[in-house]
């Protein structure tokens, strides 16, 4: 299976290494039952993608979905990775929040419903034509 070769990281999101660090701090904050208790979950999700994840798991499925998001977390992650995503933190593991992201970044990342934030087009080079370039420079000073 053919991976892209730079991740988008979900803690890079904003808002989300927040919500990490808090859960982080005191476990409870990490339960999906933390959202009805901690609103700024709920604000942090609709600013992201556009919708909450009480939204997305009421939100229909198409026919034919695998279920994804019910998945393992281990499991998720190695999809999401498949999907372009990195879910874990700095250590690689699974981040605490991924609970109150995951419906939610599946069905953007499947285009069903919410969106997936705005990232820049990447202007850095090809490895490949990095080289090349180094190895023209080299052979001009020949």
Request: aromatic content about 8%; some cysteine; overall charge negative.
């Amino acid at each position: 299976m053919d991976r892209p070769a730079i991740l988008r990281r979900l803690i890079d999101l904003p808002g989300v290494s927040d919500l990490e660090y808090r859960a982080l701090l005191k476990r409870e904050f990490a339960e999906p039952e933390a959202r009805a208790e901690h609103p700024e979950i709920d604000a942090c999700s609709q600013a992201i993608f556009g919708l909450t994840a009480d939204e997305a798991q009421a939100h229909p499925r198409p026919a034919g979905w695998d279920s994804a998001e019910t998945l393992p977390i281990a499991r998720q992650v190695d999809a999401f990775e498949a999907e372009g995503w990195d879910v874990t933190d700095d250590k690689r593991r699974p981040l605490r929040t991924l609970a109150h992201f995951n419906q939610q970044l599946w069905l953007a990342i499947r285009g069903v419903a919410g969106s997936l934030p705005f990232q820049p087009e990447d202007t850095r080079p090809d490895a490949w034509a990095a080289s090349l370039a180094a190895d023209a420079k080299r052979f001009r000073k020949r």
